[in-house]
């Protein structure tokens, strides 16, 4: 039985967030009846009302639908960590009896008795489970997926099977994320694990309580599973994999002694050529026209996941060729000049020091000798505390470095705790603190970048539009 067939009204408290919108999705297009809360409109939840979706912005209990207050026992209220403790839509519904789960509890119900595919690690979840959404979607494999991104080539972050798709039969491919130990809700059976860097040490304290739950994680791979596992990850998690998993280390050479790798890797204009190989077999000239070693480490474990689904090398060939990645992750805004001497503007989600020294070492290379600016927003209190020497050596990649002030999410403000410990650090030679319309201004009257990136997970994109015209007039003398 359908785990969740017993709650017709489906009520979000942040419905706005990625992840959560993707649930509200699923449900409307199961016969919910879906609405919700966010603080402010966006894109995304402008999309979900356009949708049919109810969403309210003023925090008030008569904004709960009428059909939300009288049915509390027919009601699932789904929250995301980001509401503030003292919501009084919140408090109304704790105080009602409703039942209300994490979104991570609802994916967990959702997942049960279907074969899952998790994707787990302190970053590359979204891309490489897009990757894998893609890849079986391009093949025609029956398969649904929750994304934490806009997947390019779906237009969304659902994947919805084929209405005759058998459910016990389905793969559905889902985010495993490690915020609060929220990936223990599932039991997948094939896990990738992208990373066991430090983060998130507001709730685990340290590196090896995080490490633990990522041990805990793997050691729920359903029997006869696979873990499909980075090469640099902690070594005691691919050991935790219970007996008869199979366990497959994946890397960029086979140098690094991955069973899993990549050869006669190129890079030519934005597109990068490799070779595959691993346990499945190999895979001749793929090319993916998402740029970055990252993204070629991220493919071979999406595709490994497709050649146990089934797929041949042609098939792989084809779909890989195809994908466009997802929204904000290396995402191409304007490019102009010419091949020899570029103008460009990318825009990306890093908000890892990790994951910003991936994505601007791959810039230098795609673009070597340019004049790279970097627009850096720090996500949340803790993490700028916890890694700000991190972050400044990877944004001192950049020739030119500015930040904005922290973007706290969830967090309050910490004493002392602020962009400026970053800046301090970063030894680029020019570097600056300034705000977004500043930083528009100076856009328009100090040129003197080649390759401009906003990088961040606040709400660093809503500069993207506003920059773009700017750069669009500058470069092309037209309005984009």
Not at 84 to 92: I, L, S
Not at 153 to 174: C, E, F, I
Request: hydrophobic share 40%.
């Amino acid at each position: 039985m359908n785990p969740v067939a017993a709650f017709p009204h489906v009520f979000f408290l942040g419905i706005g967030g990625i992840g959560m919108s993707a649930l509200a999705r699923w449900f409307q297009a199961n016969g919910h009846s879906v609405s919700g809360y966010d603080k402010t409109p966006t894109p995304l939840t402008e999309a979900l009302s356009a949708e049919g979706i109810a969403v309210h912005y003023e925090d008030a209990v008569a904004n709960i639908p009428v059909e939300v207050r009288q049915n509390s026992a027919q009601t699932l209220v789904v929250l995301t960590p980001a509401i503030p403790q003292d919501h009084q839509e919140w408090a109304w519904l704790r105080e009602q009896g409703y039942d209300i789960r994490k979104r991570s509890q609802v994916l967990g119900l959702l997942t049960q008795g279907r074969p899952t595919i998790a994707v787990a690690g302190t970053h590359g979840k979204t891309t490489t489970s897009s990757m894998v959404a893609h890849l079986l979607h391009h093949a025609g494999v029956p398969s649904a997926a929750f994304l934490g991104g806009i997947a390019v080539n779906l237009g969304s972050n659902l994947l919805l099977p084929p209405a005759s798709a058998p459910t016990a039969t389905t793969p559905v491919v889902v985010e495993a994320d490690e915020y609060d130990r929220s990936f223990l809700t599932l039991f997948p059976t094939v896990a990738i694990v992208t990373s066991t860097d430090a983060d998130h040490l507001d709730i685990y304290g340290h590196k090896e309580a995080l490490v633990e739950s990522f041990r805990q994680f793997v050691g729920q791979i359903q029997p006869g599973g696979t873990l499909i596992i980075n090469h640099t990850a902690d070594p005691s998690v691919a050991a935790a994999a219970p007996a008869g998993v199979q366990v497959i280390r994946y890397g960029l050479s086979p140098e690094q002694g991955p069973e899993l790798y990549a050869d006669h890797i190129t890079a030519e204009g934005h597109r990068f050529r490799f070779n595959l190989h691993g346990p499945q077999g190999s895979v001749e000239e793929l090319e993916l026209a998402v740029p970055g070693y990252h993204n070629v480490e991220n493919m071979l474990a999406a595709a490994c996941v497709a050649q146990l689904h089934g797929l041949s090398a042609a098939q792989l060939q084809s779909a890989v060729a195809a994908y466009r990645g997802v929204k904000r992750r290396f995402e191409f805004i304007l490019t102009a000049g010419t091949p020899g001497k570029p103008k460009v503007y990318v825009d990306d989600y890093a908000h890892h020091p990790r994951e910003i020294e991936a994505f601007l070492r791959s810039l230098r290379a795609l673009y070597p000798g340019r004049q790279l600016r970097v627009v850096f927003q720090p996500h949340l209190f803790s993490r700028t505390r916890d890694f700000a020497p991190g972050f400044a050596e990877s944004l001192s990649l950049a020739d030119e470095v500015v930040l904005l002030d922290i973007y706290p999410a969830r967090e309050l403000p910490m004493p002392g705790v602020t962009s400026e410990l970053i800046l301090s650090q970063i030894t680029a030679p020019v570097k600056s603190l300034q705000t977004k319309e500043e930083i528009l201004r100076n856009a328009e009257t100090n040129p003197n970048f080649d390759v401009l990136a906003t990088v961040g997970a606040g709400d660093i994109d809503q500069l993207v539009p506003r920059l773009r015209n700017i750069l669009n007039l500058r470069w092309n003398g037209a309005e984009a």
